[in-house]
């Protein structure tokens, strides 16, 4: 039910309308959707009662990305203390692009003071966001998580609105997007109260990944019978297959994100 709605928001707020209303009553088992102002209700509701998007994903990891979100934070800093938006796009433009080879200096250096009280609250905005995969990464120099971030539920809005900002987005590779993962619950099933964020490799010039929903013929639920953990069996048209070993083949010892509209799981 939880997924259900966190689902139903992210295709809500495609809509644009000023006031949407979304309720979920769990003890009824039932979610209810109030878009004032809409038009054509029927192809709204034919929209989010829809079949979710399905599609898996290569990604980065914070080590290749690592300089992108140093300097992406440089320039997110510079333009909220106004410097023009103009001079900090070029310098992000201009900067080499490449990796960290001391992440953990950049994991250490989030929280920094400048001698100006608006430099210091305007530092580090970024970064902060970025540092758990940092400092994943640092405590195991041979493991780079699939996750490039981490942030608490009430900070997303504001993260996503930096990295949407030109000036921020300038500085990361061009075919990067960032999407959060759903939900995570702890062992004795309460849901957390942060969310991961991921950088998918996206494909330039196209919106459709390298497989999608429509490669899958069949998917079943089962069970390990020695872990007793949920797995999920696949399969996949000639087509899939083909992609999918290909896919895999270039992805040894790397993640493949699973993404349903959006949300990675």
Same mark, same amino acid.
């Given at each position: /039910?939880?997924?259900?709605?966190? #689902?139903?928001?992210? =295709?809500?707020? +495609?809509?644009?309308?000023?006031?949407?209303?979304?309720?979920?009553?769990?003890?009824?088992?039932?979610?209810?959707?109030?878009?004032?102002?809409?038009?054509?209700?029927?192809?709204? =509701? +034919?929209?989010?009662?829809?079949?979710?998007?399905?599609?898996?994903?290569? !990604?980065?990891?914070?080590?290749?990305?690592?300089?992108?979100?140093?300097?992406?934070? +440089?320039?997110?800093?510079?333009?909220?203390?106004?410097?023009?938006?103009?001079?900090?796009?070029?310098?992000?433009?201009? %900067?080499?692009?490449?990796? #960290?080879?001391?992440?953990?200096?950049?994991?250490?250096?989030?929280?920094?003071?400048?001698?100006?009280?608006?430099?210091?609250?305007?530092?580090?905005?970024?970064?902060?966001?970025?540092?758990?995969?940092?400092?994943?990464?640092?405590?195991? @120099?041979?493991? /780079?998580?699939?996750? !490039?971030?981490?942030?608490?539920? %009430?900070?997303?809005?504001?993260?996503?609105?930096?990295?949407?900002?030109?000036? !921020?987005?300038?500085?990361?590779?061009?075919?990067?997007?960032?999407?959060?993962?759903? =939900?995570?619950?702890?062992?004795?099933?309460?849901?957390?109260?942060?969310?991961?964020?991921?950088?998918?490799?996206?494909?330039?010039?196209?919106?459709?990944?390298?497989?999608?929903?429509?490669?899958?013929?069949?998917?079943?639920?089962?069970?390990?019978?020695? %872990?007793?953990?949920?797995?999920?069996? /696949?399969? /996949?048209? @000639?087509?899939?297959? =083909?992609?999918?070993?290909?896919?895999?083949?270039?992805?040894?010892?790397?993640?493949?994100?699973?993404?349903?509209?959006?949300?990675?799981?």
């Amino acid at each position: /039910m939880n997924q259900t709605y966190q #689902v139903l928001q992210k =295709r809500i707020d +495609k809509f644009g309308v000023s006031q949407p209303t979304i309720d979920l009553d769990e003890n009824r088992g039932i979610i209810t959707v109030e878009l004032a102002g809409a038009n054509e209700p029927e192809r709204i =509701r +034919k929209y989010l009662q829809s079949t979710a998007n399905l599609q898996f994903w290569e !990604v980065y990891n914070i080590g290749e990305i690592a300089q992108s979100a140093q300097n992406a934070d +440089k320039a997110l800093e510079d333009y909220l203390n106004g410097k023009t938006s103009a001079d900090t796009v070029k310098a992000a433009v201009d %900067t080499t692009k490449g990796k #960290v080879n001391d992440i953990s200096a950049l994991a250490g250096g989030a929280g920094k003071t400048d001698t100006s009280k608006n430099a210091t609250v305007n530092k580090n905005k970024l970064l902060m966001a970025f540092a758990p995969a940092f400092q994943a990464a640092q405590q195991n @120099k041979n493991y /780079m998580p699939s996750y !490039v971030g981490a942030a608490p539920i %009430t900070d997303t809005s504001s993260i996503n609105e930096y990295l949407a900002n030109p000036v !921020v987005a300038a500085n990361f590779p061009a075919n990067c997007k960032f999407l959060w993962g759903k =939900r995570e619950r702890d062992d004795k099933g309460k849901l957390a109260d942060y969310l991961y964020l991921y950088a998918i490799r996206t494909i330039p010039g196209q919106e459709k990944a390298r497989i999608e929903g429509d490669a899958i013929t069949d998917a079943n639920q089962d069970f390990d019978p020695t %872990t007793s953990q949920v797995n999920v069996t /696949m399969a /996949m048209n @000639k087509a899939g297959e =083909r992609e999918w070993e290909k896919m895999t083949g270039e992805n040894i010892n790397r993640p493949i994100a699973i993404v349903l509209d959006d949300i990675v799981y």
